[in-house]
Every structure is written in structure tokens, then in C-alpha cells.
């Protein structure tokens, strides 16, 4: 068997040396994720936002009015009514053709 050239305070130093490389860089890559993952929330939140300013668009063209904050439960309430009618919001956003509907 071959006898090391390195003592073994000199391995020992470079597994430490080794050690800390591998640790920064799993912070630095933990710190990446981390980045993504705040990317990722503030777009869904962007998404999210845009889509409810959408919705209220659409309401408030239907109404030919601007919803005011007190209007909110009412609106909460029929759509809340509708759905246990018969689940009509429900049937309707899934796109079923109402053939009354369809003459208008």
C-alpha cells in the first residue's frame, strides 16, 4: 500500500475547505429557489389581480354602473342564491347552452 504524500491535518483541512464550498453553494442555490418562488407568487398575484379587475369590469358593464362597496353583499348573496336554486352561476360558467338564451 502506497504511503499518502499529505499528512492528515492537510486532508482534513482540505475535506473542511471542501465542506464550506458545498455548504455556500447550497445556500446560494436555496437562495435562487427562493427568488423563483417569490417570482412565481408575485405573478400569480399579478394574474390573480388582473383577473379580478376583469370580473368587476364585466359586472359593472352589465349593470351599466359602478359597483359601490355596499353593493358587495348583495351581489355575494344572489350569486349565492343562484347557486343553490339550481347551481345556474355554476352552469353557466362551465358554458352550458341554455337554448332559450340562444334566440336573444
Do not use: W
Not at 400569480?44 to 359602478?66: D, M, N, Y
Request: glycine share 4%; charged share 40%.
Amino acid at each position: 500500500m502506497a504511503k499518502s504524500t499529505k499528512s492528515y491535518e492537510a486532508r482534513m483541512l482540505e475535506m473542511e475547505k471542501k465542506e464550506q464550498e458545498s455548504l455556500e453553494k447550497a445556500k446560494r442555490y436555496a437562495a435562487q429557489k427562493k427568488e423563483l418562488l417569490k417570482r412565481k407568487k408575485a405573478e400569480e398575484s399579478k394574474k390573480r389581480t388582473h383577473r379580478l379587475c376583469q370580473i368587476g369590469g364585466a359586472v359593472e358593464s352589465v349593470l351599466g354602473a359602478p359597483i359601490e362597496e355596499e353593493d358587495i353583499p348583495k351581489l355575494i348573496g344572489f350569486l349565492k342564491r343562484q347557486e343553490a336554486n339550481g347551481k345556474f352561476f355554476s352552469k353557466a360558467m362551465q358554458k352550458e347552452v341554455n337554448t332559450d338564451m340562444e334566440e336573444v
